[in-house]
């Protein structure tokens, strides 16, 4: 329980829009005056400090309230103390992906909020409220003060976007295969393709979306990956074969990948077997092209 203290009237800010009402009520005003000055003993409010002012709590209210503010990493380590008890295990992956968009300028605001319960305790947000402290860069959002304690069991559980539906969203042609291998492309240039099972170092979607509008040359491994994909290989991982070749020698990736299949078997055994290689068994690219 946060200790209850004094706090300067003027020190609170009134009009930060977190405060329900369209207009004060200047009869209630009166009477509450009048019965502090009787001596009658009013709750305290509630107030939190956004890393600039404090600002009167939407918790007063007793309808649950949305508003928009930028999130600091003074307030994120502060709201991170009231995470409910039993919450979700925090994952490093999400929070590293998290901060890296956040680093890197792709996180935008989106209007998915954090999220209080009427005890004011927090019920979502906890892997964006880390990824603001470990990238030590504010960010914009929604906040929903006083929920239900019980909503924190239908949150997060309809099925997320994957980075190809963005890039469908965005007009991509083939979006799903394209993130696909270049989610591949991606891994390989910043960790290795031996990482291809460790969460730690998977790209972000941001991240994903961006290379397959960008990268020079994918448009050929996508199309290789759906001419050859599943015949061979999973599709990205034929896409991303492709692409490496490719990037050593066009003209030699192009006719490896024509002349060799189905008419003779170098192709298929690159691959070893038809569910795509597990990672220690990768050709080294150099020898393979």
């Known amino acids: 329980m946060t200790p209850t203290q004094a706090i300067p009237i003027a020190g609170i800010r009134l009009d930060g829009g977190t405060q329900p009402r369209a207009s004060l009520d200047f009869e209630a005003i009166e009477d509450y005056s009048e019965a502090m000055s009787a001596g009658a003993k009013f709750p305290p409010v509630t107030v939190f400090f956004d890393g600039t002012d404090s600002q009167l709590h939407p918790?007063?209210?007793?309808a649950p309230q949305r508003v928009r503010m930028s999130v600091t990493p003074e307030l994120a380590r502060e709201w991170l103390k009231k995470n409910v008890q039993n919450n979700r295990p925090l994952r490093d992956s999400f929070v590293i992906k998290y901060g890296l968009d956040m680093l890197e300028g792709r996180w935008q605001y989106n209007g998915d909020a954090i999220r209080f319960d009427s005890g004011d305790r927090l019920i979502?947000?906890?892997?964006?409220?880390?990824?603001?402290?470990e990238a030590r860069i504010p960010f914009e959002t929604d906040v929903i003060f006083g929920l239900a304690p019980e909503s924190i069991r239908t949150i997060d559980i309809g099925k997320s976007r994957t980075a190809g539906n963005i890039a469908h969203f965005e007009g991509a042609q083939n979006a799903s295969c394209a993130c696909a291998v270049a989610g591949l492309i991606l891994l390989h240039r910043r960790h290795g393709i031996?990482?291809?099972n460790d969460a730690r170092c998977q790209p972000t979607k941001t991240q994903i979306v961006e290379a397959a509008r960008t990268l020079a040359g994918l448009d050929a491994a996508v199309t290789q990956a759906r001419l050859l994909g599943k015949k061979i290989a999973p599709p990205r991982i034929v896409g991303f074969c492709y692409y490496q070749f490719a990037a050593q020698n066009r003209d030699l990736a192009q006719r490896f990948f024509e002349d060799y299949y189905p008419e003779n078997r170098p192709l298929r055994k690159l691959f070893w077997k038809t569910d795509g290689p597990s990672p220690e068994k990768f050709p080294d690219i150099g020898e393979a092209a």
């Open 59 to 62: 918790a007063n209210s007793r």
């Open 124 to 133: 979502d947000g906890q892997h964006r409220l880390h990824a603001c402290i």
């Open 194 to 196: 031996q990482c291809l």
